[in-house]
């Protein structure tokens, strides 16, 4: 009868062990268009893809312009909307105006099912 238990036991410990492994798992920017350091013509939207689904509502980025041709100047914020994608999986950005040659750095925040804030970085430049 104890063999029994300790196989009950120790299979009950596996799924859980199994089974919480996606309760740790937060979302990962898995593929970009434009491409992470990518040079590209000016895209008509930016699109970042992750690995989990997302809570739109706690989900978002901004689009900064960092540098211009033969220019300093501060990080300028560039008016675009925001929205999930239909695979619940994407952010989309579609700035307002098209994009000027330049640097851009997209800063976005995700939530996912397990309510962890992950955030990052995306650069990419206009020719």
Partial sequence: MSRIRSA???????????GSASVFAHPKLVA???AANAAVAA??????SF??????KL????LVMTKMPGMEMPPMKIAAKVAPGADGKSLVL????PLATGVYRVDWHVVSGDTHPVKGTLVFSVK
């Fill in 32 to 34: 970009s268009v434009p």
């Fill in 43 to 48: 895209p008509a939207s930016i699109t970042l």
């Fill in 51 to 56: 690995s989990e689904k997302l809570l739109p």
């Fill in 8 to 18: 009950f036991i120790g299979l009950f410990a596996a799924a859980a062990i199994l």
């Fill in 94 to 97: 579609t700035p307002a105006k």
């Fill in 59 to 62: 989900s978002g980025a901004e």
